[in-house]
Nanobody
Framework: QVQLVESGGGLVQPGGSLRLSCAAS????????VAWYRRAPGKQRDMVAT???????NYADSVKGRFTISRDIAKNTVYLQMNSLKPEDTAVYYC???????????WGQGTQVTVSS
């Protein structure tokens, strides 16, 4: 059973930065894609950023130019570098992975990010 463990959340002031980590129990190269999602209070869970097996990336319009998704295959870890944070970025951030054949998917437990002065 694949496990995804997020870390790196916390409280940060507007304009600040955080880096989230998603450590997988298996080889991340075996996933078709790994993504970060977030759920703000009272809202649905939305995709933030995705990185595919071949390294292609995709971002939600709201975070383009501020967030960067990357990976360290040797460490089986995917990162989300978040810069110029805004109060509206406050949410629980989740790591998500889909198997290479698309028939299995996995969620982490989530990590809270709060942007407030």
């Amino acid at each position: 059973q694949v496990q995804l463990v997020e870390s790196g959340g916390g409280l940060v002031q507007p304009g600040g930065s955080l880096r989230l980590s998603c450590a997988a129990s298996g080889n991340i190269f075996s996933f078709k894609a790994v993504a970060w999602y977030r759920r703000a209070p009272g809202k649905q869970r939305d995709m933030v950023a995705t990185i595919t097996r071949d390294g292609s990336t995709n971002y939600a319009d709201s975070v383009k130019g501020r967030f960067t998704i990357s990976r360290d295959i040797a460490k089986n870890t995917v990162y989300l570098q978040m810069n110029s944070l805004k109060p509206e970025d406050t949410a629980v951030y989740y790591c998500y992975a889909v198997s290479i054949y698309g028939d299995s998917w996995y969620w982490g437990q989530g990590t809270q990010v709060t942007v407030s002065s």
